[in-house]
């Protein structure tokens, strides 16, 4: 996200090559080489889908960082909260082949737990002996936005202490594919570090990724008594309904806008306090239309570049494509690195912006720019928006 540099790739994979000639999708964000036994027990891992085996590493790897020993703390004071906008659809791809091709016997005992949306939380929780509030989250692409909010929520009611919270999200597919596709909603550039080109004139849909991205959540207290290292504080989020399409964007951005509105309430900040949003952007026409509206709506003067406005605004989802249910807890990380270093990621291939975007869409480049509080936007199908706000820690 700093370097600006794609991740993006020609979409590979024999389940795609049994169907040359008939992808009008041809890019994708692929976890490539993948080997799932680097985090996990291989018994352990044939246990789990591809989806629920990104999510197990990606945890391993944030309460690695985190230094937090869970063996020291009452198991009932930390929780889980994990979201995926599908869950475990190569499990239900393949049994149902099975299913075809040799009958139902012939199904496996762990396909119903292999295939669950809450597979990542339940095994989560198992993994570390988590027997607080334990939940999964499913709101399309606003899945993991919605679970760290419900994340926040829960510490604070007073249920947990600690939450370990994200998404993710393995959904390159040929259904998936091909179901998105039907729908027109994936771009059908064939130069993959091109193809994602949020607010971009020429843009022309998304580029679907996969992946996933954990976090530690904590208590202030919890946090200092221990003595971890914080990276950031969550001052604020907010959830709202477009009540309006199933797949479509609200076109004037009510929805997104009621949620960045409370979530500012939430925190009990000002539009001016933001110093970037890291947007929704996904490249498709009209919901980067939408979310421009509602961002302009919402912050105003603050926003608008010709106005001498200041508020940076860009979509790292033009470096790694749209991981679905996964990427708002990806692009938090986003946020937290802006915060911490002061560096702005940009939004790449933006070399023409669509008229009327009168905002600092920071193309092309990294922006140095100290930032006191980031706002984190994902927006899901069913009209689902997520507002997170992320604040530099300062103790």
């Not at 939940?135 to 009611?157: F, H, K, P, Y």
């Not at 990806?330 to 946020?335: A, M």
């Not at 600092?360 to 706000?389: C, E, Q, W």
Request: aromatic share 6%; charged share 20%; net charge negative.
């Amino acid at each position: 996200m700093r370097d600006g540099v794609s991740g993006i790739t020609a979409l590979e994979g024999e389940d795609f090559a049994k169907y040359e000639g008939q992808w009008q999708a041809h890019v994708a964000g692929q976890v490539k080489d993948w080997n799932p036994e680097t985090y996990i027990d291989p018994r352990e891992a044939k246990r789990l889908d591809r989806s629920a085996q990104f999510a197990m590493a990606a945890v391993a790897d944030a309460v690695k960082a985190s230094g937090i020993d869970f063996s020291t703390m009452p198991p009932e004071r930390a929780g889980v909260a994990f979201g995926s906008g599908v869950g475990g659809i190569s499990t239900i791809e393949d049994g149902h082949s099975l299913l075809l091709e040799r009958g139902p016997k012939r199904l496996g005992p762990l396909t119903v737990p292999k295939l669950m949306v809450n597979a990542s939380a339940g095994n989560i929780s198992i993994a570390y002996g988590l027997r607080g509030p334990a939940t999964a989250q499913a709101t399309a692409c606003a899945s993991s936005g919605n679970a760290i909010g419900e994340a926040v929520e829960t510490m604070r009611r007073g249920r947990a202490d600690v939450m370990i919270a994200g998404g993710t999200e393995a959904a390159i597919t040929p259904l998936c594919v091909g179901a998105f596709q039907a729908m027109k909603a994936l771009s059908g550039n064939k130069e993959p570090t091109k193809a994602s080109r949020p607010f971009d004139a020429s843009r022309d849909g998304f580029v679907l990724a996969e992946g996933a991205a954990a976090f530690v959540l904590e208590t202030e207290e919890h946090a200092k008594a221990r003595g971890a290292t914080i990276l950031a504080e969550l001052v604020g989020w907010a959830c709202s309904a477009d009540a309006y399409h199933i797949t479509a964007p609200d076109e004037a951005g009510r929805g997104a806008r009621q949620a960045m509105a409370w979530a500012l309430q939430d925190a009990g900040l000002n539009p001016a306090d933001i110093g970037y949003v890291n947007a929704h952007g996904t490249s498709t026409p009209l919901g980067d239309r939408a979310e421009v509206a509602a961002v302009l709506d919402v912050f105003g003067t603050h926003a608008r570049k010709s106005a001498g406005g200041t508020l940076l605004m860009s979509s790292t989802k033009s470096v790694h494509g749209h991981a679905l249910g996964a990427s708002g807890a990806v692009e938090l990380i986003g946020c937290i690195h802006a915060l911490r270093e002061g560096l702005v990621p940009p939004t790449i291939n933006l070399d023409n912006p669509e008229e009327g975007f009168d905002i600092d869409l920071v193309p092309n480049k990294a922006r140095p720019m100290p930032i006191r509080y980031a706002m984190n936007n994902t927006f899901g199908f069913g009209g689902h928006n997520v507002s997170l706000i992320a604040g530099r820690y300062e103790g």
